[in-house]
């Protein structure tokens, strides 16, 4: 499959959204590195579970300079999976819901990481509460038939990750603002996750007055 045709199913199974600035940035370089391994006929499974693995190995090494290389590669997998399931042709839903348990289980252990960092813990589970609530407010307008990508918020995973990584850097040099931070971080996920409960609001709300 070469990479256009990788861009138009990419697309096809994201409500056709447009593949623009930093999404293509991102899906050329998932491409590239997806293409060798499916070559070595690796299991996109494999990269969901490994972007897990590398997120308890985060944890565990909270407290180490190279903490911010398993966050990395946490994030990393979380991409590379579904390019590389679209490369091999085994798009499946058993694999959509592994990658989005997955998913939740690894920010389960960013959390933690922010906690052991410096993070309160209070300010910490908050922010980790509604960006588990955004996520499964999307799963649930799949799940009653809304295909839309919808509003792109300002905490989506990746700001998440950066967060966290800032966070890192922050206590590896002894910088004592990680609790910040985390406040950042809260302010963001609290107005994503208020964006994206308004978006699916007005959608449920024209679907039931067409119905009607």
């Not at 199913?9 to 623009?20: C, D, P, Q, Y």
């Not at 966070?167 to 964006?195: E, P, R």
């Amino acid at each position: 499959m070469d990479r256009n045709k990788f861009f138009e199913r990419w697309s096809a199974l994201h409500g056709n959204v447009e593949i623009t600035g930093i999404v293509r940035g991102w899906l050329t370089i998932s491409y590239l590195i997806a293409k060798p391994l499916s070559l070595l006929k690796i299991s996109a499974s494999v990269i969901t579970l490994g972007g897990l693995g590398f997120a308890i190995a985060l944890w565990l090494s909270s407290q180490h300079f190279w903490a911010i290389g398993f966050l990395a590669l946490s994030l990393l997998c979380d991409g590379l999976d579904g390019s590389l399931a679209i490369l091999t042709g085994s798009e499946s839903l058993r694999g959509a819901v592994l990658d989005s348990v997955v998913d939740r289980l690894a920010e389960v252990f960013w959390a933690l990481t922010f906690f052991a960092i410096g993070g309160h813990m209070e300010i910490v589970f908050l922010a980790w509460l509604m960006a588990g609530v955004q996520e499964y407010a999307r799963a649930r307008m799949g799940g009653v038939g809304i295909r839309e990508i919808g509003v792109v918020s300002i905490a989506e995973r990746p700001v998440r990750a950066s967060l966290l990584a800032i966070a890192l850097v922050a206590s590896a040099l002894s910088l004592d603002f990680v609790n910040q931070i985390a406040i950042i971080w809260l302010g963001m996920q609290t107005w994503s996750l208020l964006s994206v409960m308004r978006f699916g609001y007005n959608l449920t709300k024209k679907a039931d007055e067409v119905k009607d």
